[in-house]
């Protein structure tokens, strides 16, 4: 049974890919394994942000992991910013990182990475070894993007073992066994995305079913009329078996057998359907959360994030030659808790 840690960046509203390619598995496992899933609001400060928006998209992508189904019995479930020991570690860290490996990462030099750039873009993937270093994580399901991040988080985990004294579990990329990649359905060369310039192609998760109905009438097919799978020479007609194909648990190639001698239009529909079947109740689900509903979850999740991430800092401090820390008195809550409206 091995630790698993998810990450979502409040920087755009959710959209279908992050539903099929990070959710979905988070919640199918979350009764097998033990699970961390965090809102990582810190991370959407890296580039630039409004802060208003920082606070809704974390409430909302909170509670759109809750009408999915993040069960908060089984999953551990909070925001990143309520617990303190995420930034304690994250400049433990940085004392093990030497400057050069940071300026390497991929990521740094695609988002603009120059003398711009805020200081913490350089240190962002520190912060993300930090995130998962402080719940003695072993396996971090990430897409190919994250990949380096995850062997960087290994590299500073190995080497302050190696330098201070074992500390940290060294944890491993794992990737998903289907590797659905859902690609817009205006331009199919392109990854759906949240922050995808135009959104005539994105599916949001809460997107009302007409304006979801319409975007997937409106989609790019290709050429031809025969619905078969070839990603490569029919990328518009592939991605929306892939689609269906996810949301139905079928492969593709299946799917694509039940529309022979049938139109693109057919297909569509069909994608239509099964998008709202899927997202309509997820909404409703959505809309009875209330503020308190979400705010006591996530005050409740800091509250045992913060109890095993303190036991972690407190070992890495002693390690480096620190004190222990202060410790909270007994009975006190590790983080401070307010219920009630979104802070
Ligand atoms: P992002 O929204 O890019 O920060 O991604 C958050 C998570 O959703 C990551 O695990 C991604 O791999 C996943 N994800 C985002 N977009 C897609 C997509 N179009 N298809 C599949 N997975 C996706
Ligand atoms: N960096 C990840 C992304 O851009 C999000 C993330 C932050 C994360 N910390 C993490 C993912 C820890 C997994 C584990 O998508």
Redesign the pocket.
Do not use: Y
């Given at each position: 049974m091995s630790r698993r840690i998810?990450?979502?960046?409040p920087?755009?509203p959710?959209?279908?890919?992050?539903y099929?390619?990070?959710?979905r598995p988070v919640v199918r496992g979350q009764h097998e394994q033990p699970t961390v899933a965090f809102i990582a609001d810190l991370h959407a400060l890296t580039v630039q942000h409004d802060p208003a928006l920082v606070q809704a998209l974390s409430r909302e992508v909170a509670g759109l992991l809750l009408a999915t189904g993040i069960d908060p019995g089984h999953a551990l479930l909070y925001r990143q910013s309520d617990v303190a020991a995420h930034l304690e570690l994250h400049y433990l860290l940085e004392c093990v990182t030497s400057y050069g490996e940071a300026h390497r990462m991929i990521q740094f030099k695609e988002k603009g990475g120059g003398g711009g750039s805020r200081l913490s873009l350089l240190t962002y993937p520190v912060l993300m070894a930090a995130d998962i270093l402080l719940h003695d994580i072993e396996e971090v399901?990430?897409?190919n993007?994250?990949r380096q991040h995850v062997e960087l988080t290994r590299d500073l985990a190995e080497r302050f073992n190696e330098r201070y004294g074992p500390t940290f579990t060294v944890p491993r990329a794992v990737h998903p066994a289907v590797?659905?990649?859902?690609?817009?359905l205006a331009e199919p060369g392109r990854?759906?995305?949240?922050?995808n310039a135009s959104t005539a192609g994105v599916l949001f998760l809460l997107d009302p079913p007409d304006v979801l109905r319409r975007k997937v009438m409106r989609a790019v097919t290709d050429t031809g009329t025969e619905v078969v799978y070839e990603p490569q020479q029919r990328p518009g007609v592939a991605n929306l078996l892939d689609i269906l194909g996810a949301l139905t648990d079928r492969d593709p190639r299946a799917v694509a057998g039940d529309f022979q001698g049938m139109g693109y239009g057919r297909l569509k529909t069909a994608v239509a359907d099964a998008v709202i079947a899927t997202l309509e109740p997820i909404q409703g689900r959505y809309r009875a959360l209330t503020d308190e509903d979400i705010e006591t979850v996530l005050a409740d999740g800091a509250e045992r994030a913060a109890e095993h991430a303190d036991r972690t800092v407190r070992r890495a401090r002693i390690a480096l030659g620190l004190t222990g820390g202060r410790r909270a008195p007994a009975g006190s809550p590790a983080t401070p808790v307010t219920a009630g409206r979104p802070r």
């Open positions: 998810s990450g979502f960046k920087t755009g959710l959209q279908l890919g992050n099929v390619g990070a959710i399901p990430v897409g993007d994250q590797a659905a990649r859902i690609a817009d990854k759906m995305g949240k922050t």
